[in-house]
């Protein structure tokens, strides 16, 4: 597997990209550069949708075994390769090694779902109204699909489009996050260059958002546009694609509440949170952002949660053991201190952290949080939890659904139907009873409400993504037109 990556990949070939910028990347926990890119242009974006096209004609008919056979490939390369792997999600992400470790699995495991699709792509027969008449229904590919891959889950983000699109017969113009063009993009060229996929079904164009961002939705070729990402941006995406008439999958920010009941077992929803909090320093669309707990059991959870949450070791990434590594810029960090002033300020408690060293941000605890302080009402995207408190389920699911997200979602109760009526009341894409916000498997269905996105990912569901349908109908008989007809004999 080619481990060079500082070229884009455009119809098999591995250039240097036409534009006059040139994109340095850097680890986020020590300011390492790792690797120099000159960056794609609008032209070589417009050469990567073309070569996209041309090819994927040819494997929309390509028989669904050797579909298959590449995708199988891909994976044995990725087991292969799975220490190069981890280390570069480690190095360009800042990724822990037990969030590099579990990523790598949850690609491999859409990876695996996707070599079943070449043979899911089922049609129908159905009855007709007119005598004489057969009614089929082809699902057939899109065409050429555009994604454009997140920095905070880079490898699996991707690859969570990337595989469903050629197995189902479509090509990929792939454009990674400017903070991860590797773990994001390029390093996906590598493993289905080793694999066999035929040159031209997957591109990768490293560039600025600025210079070609709008581009690789408002192009021509791209039938689909996949993105995961901010909802701000998300929202420019729709917006471009629907002018152009394109089809989105769009998987956006999240403000996702955790709810713990009165009855709750209050231990196993201290470490359901911690979790759900601070994996990968919060740098989840899916963690957990309002902890919501009920009064009476308030002060005995917060205290619980805090001592466990100093046990945390932040750090250097690349210690095994390390549970919390840096953000993925100064930028998030500079941010995410002023939501933190100005919640105390507002009447929070610090109770622990709220510092920082570069990249890397303490993990954080405020408590006697209000719904509408700074540090719930936004998404935090980092390691600083907001417990706040409640008085009844109606107070608790009423704040929980007040603002304009809805992806994911948790609720702790010792009763199953206490926490599974609460949780149908949650206004979200996805929610989990006695479990914590960030679940993903690869036949479950992915995907928000309301400003956190539209469509589904995973499963059946990605499957009429990125497919289409197609009615055709079969005359035997010959058809009887009526008065239209016979009036004219």
Not at 62 to 83: D, F, G, I, S, T
Not at 243 to 263: C, M, P, Q, W, Y
Not at 280 to 303: L, P, T, W
Request: charged share 20%.
């Amino acid at each position: 597997m080619n481990t060079d990556f500082s070229r884009v990949f455009i119809n098999g070939e591995w250039r240097k990209g036409s534009s006059s910028t040139s994109m340095t990347n850097s680890n986020p926990y020590n300011g390492e550069e790792l690797v120099s890119i000159q960056a794609a242009s609008k032209e070589d974006l417009d050469e990567a949708y073309k070569a996209a096209e041309s090819a994927q004609k040819e494997w929309a008919k390509e028989l669904p075994q050797n579909k298959r056979a590449v995708l199988e490939k891909a994976a044995h390369v990725m087991e292969e390769n799975k220490e190069v792997i981890l280390e570069w999600l480690m190095k360009e992400s800042g990724s822990t090694f037990m969030k590099a470790s579990s990523e790598f699995q949850a690609s491999m495991n859409i990876l695996k779902e996707s070599t079943t699709y070449p043979y899911r792509m089922e049609g129908k027969i159905l009855p007709s109204q007119t005598a004489g008449k057969e009614n089929r229904v082809y699902r057939g590919p899109l065409g050429v699909i555009g994604i454009i891959s997140p920095w905070n889950f880079p490898f699996h983000l991707a690859i969570r489009s990337i595989a469903p699109a050629i197995a189902t017969g479509n090509a990929v113009v792939l454009k990674p996050a400017t903070d991860t063009p590797v773990t994001g993009g390029l390093i996906f060229a590598s493993i289905f260059e080793a694999a066999g996929l035929p040159k031209g079904l997957l591109n990768v164009v490293v560039g600025k958002g600025s210079e070609i961002g709008d581009d690789i939705v408002t192009h021509p070729t791209p039938r689909l546009i996949s993105f995961t990402g901010s909802t701000e941006v998300g929202r420019h995406i729709g917006e471009l694609a629907g002018k152009h008439l394109k089809k989105t999958a769009l998987e956006l920010g999240g403000n996702n509440a955790f709810i713990v009941l009165d009855d709750a077992d209050i231990d196993q929803a201290v470490d359901s949170a911690l979790f759900g909090k601070f994996y990968h320093q919060g740098q989840i669309c899916m963690s957990v952002n309002r902890i919501f707990i009920h009064k009476a059991i308030y002060d005995e959870f917060a205290e619980k949660f805090i001592e466990k949450a100093k046990k945390l070791k932040f750090g250097n990434p690349t210690e095994k053991d390390a549970n919390v590594g840096p953000l993925i810029n100064r930028g998030q960090v500079d941010r995410i201190l002023k939501d933190i002033e100005a919640s105390v300020d507002q009447g929070a408690k610090l109770m622990l952290g709220g510092k920082a060293n570069s990249n890397v941000l303490e993990p954080t605890v405020l408590t006697h949080v209000k719904n509408d302080m700074a540090i719930a009402e936004n998404e935090i995207f980092g390691p600083v939890a907001a417990l706040i408190p409640f008085e009844s389920d109606e107070e608790a699911i009423e704040m929980a659904n007040a603002y304009p997200y809805g992806l994911s979602g948790a609720v702790h109760s010792s009763n199953i139907e206490h926490g599974t009526n609460v949780a149908h009341q949650i206004h979200t894409g996805m929610i989990h009873v006695n479990d914590q916000s960030v679940n993903d498997e690869p036949h479950m269905p992915f995907g928000g409400e309301k400003d956190s996105g539209l469509g589904r990912f995973n499963g059946e569901w990605v499957l009429e993504e990125f497919t289409t349908l197609k009615w055709l109908s079969v005359q035997h008989t010959p058809r009887n037109y009526g008065p239209f007809i016979n009036n004219l004999k």
